[in-house]
């Protein structure tokens, strides 16, 4: 079933639902736009773009008819016209990827009175399908093949910035699209920063790096955090590292469909506070991911929310010492009801270069 479909199943009492945000553009149409629209009726869709994007865009959409404006019939003309060919009584629109001057705007422009579609896209990219996992899946592999050289070249004398540029080339090398975000690679005392910014800082024998990146394909994100040591590594260190990892696999063994984001959380952050470290584990379990790096439901203590079947979730406890050092390891985890499948596939027990 194609996403415009799974849209306009989830209707309900709206007429038409207007779609401005990129990313939901993205997923109901397949086709990233940066200006542009889609509009879906419950038997009809249009993908209102401009002329930068039309011939790609006609060559890859289906489901929607393409309108394409240029420079003497803008976009909101284009949709103003759609508007004023059909009786639709009740509009709506996303009131949770617009601010409030954009809503006010866009009415005023359209003559319009919309209504809050309920988060409608949101609620169906929550759970993943098997075809957007094998997006998600080809990411992490490309993630993984760039880590693997990386860490054949990791020394002591490269710089964090070093590490972090080998890192994106080698993900754009082996097919990544873009960066999910900005790569984080920190060293020493700097991997007690859970997003600490690659500097110039110079990696030393005896010292930790952290490296949290992730590459998409198709659009689709992956995400991954690893923590080696260089040269060698002190009682202290491979203690917390070991805690940590055995936070994760509690965190993994409770996540499941239907458990709420905060009991995933918990059965990891209580391994981590029984070690006498609970201070130092200030963020949540993992986040959802998909189209974007950070979605929802969290699996974080202040969410209720039981997690749907086929949610994306990571895997990221993390013990940071301030001044000393830190430890993060984080996996991707599809929630199916057969069984939660770990998609990332690299080695977590320490590494010692």
Not at 25 to 38: L, V
């Given at each position: ?57 006609g ?24 508007l ?32 809050d ?38 020394k ?95 965190g ?9 984001g ?28 998909g189209?974007?790096?950070?979605e ?58």
């Amino acid at each position: 079933m194609s996403n415009v479909k799974k849209i306009q199943e989830h209707m309900g009492r709206l007429d038409a639902l207007l779609l401005t945000d990129p990313i939901s553009i993205r997923y109901a149409s397949g086709f990233y736009i940066t200006d542009g629209a889609a509009l879906i009726a419950k038997d009809k869709a249009w993908l209102i773009t401009d002329f930068r994007y039309a011939e790609a865009a006609g060559k890859a959409v289906k489901d929607m008819e393409i309108l394409s404006a240029n420079s003497g019939t803008p976009l909101k003309s284009l949709m103003s016209h759609i508007l004023a060919k059909n009786t639709w009584e009740n509009i709506g629109a996303e009131a949770v990827r617009m601010t409030v001057g954009s809503w006010t705007t866009l009415e005023k422009d359209l003559g319009v009175h919309f209504v809050d579609d309920g988060n409608i896209v949101g609620g169906l990219r929550a759970g993943k399908e098997e075809w957007e996992l094998t997006s998600m899946i080809a990411a992490q592999r490309v993630a993984e093949k760039a880590l693997s050289e990386v860490l054949g070249i990791l020394k002591p004398g490269m710089t964090e910035k070093a590490v972090a540029a080998e890192l994106v080339y080698r993900m754009y090398k082996y097919g990544g699209e873009a960066n999910s975000f900005d790569p984080i690679v920190v060293t020493g005392h700097k991997t007690s920063l859970p997003h600490g910014v690659p500097g110039e800082d110079i990696i030393a024998d005896g010292d930790f790096v952290t490296m949290d990146f992730g590459t998409m394909v198709n659009g689709y994100c992956s995400d991954m955090t690893r923590t080696v040591a260089v040269g060698h590594a002190t009682e202290e260190m491979k203690k917390i590292y070991g805690i940590v990892l055995q936070a994760q696999q509690a965190g993994i063994g409770a996540a499941k469909p239907g458990v709420p984001g905060r009991d995933i959380d918990a059965a990891a952050r209580k391994v981590i506070a029984e070690a006498g470290y609970g201070p130092y584990f200030g963020h949540s379990f993992g986040h959802s991911l998909g189209l974007e790096i950070h979605e929802a439901p969290n699996a974080s203590p202040s969410c209720p929310t039981p997690m749907p079947e086929g949610a994306v979730i990571s895997a990221e406890p993390g013990i940071y010492i301030p001044g000393k050092f830190g430890v993060r390891i984080e996996d991707v985890l599809w929630l199916r009801s057969i069984g939660t499948e770990n998609i990332t596939k690299a080695p977590k027990e320490l590494i010692i270069l």
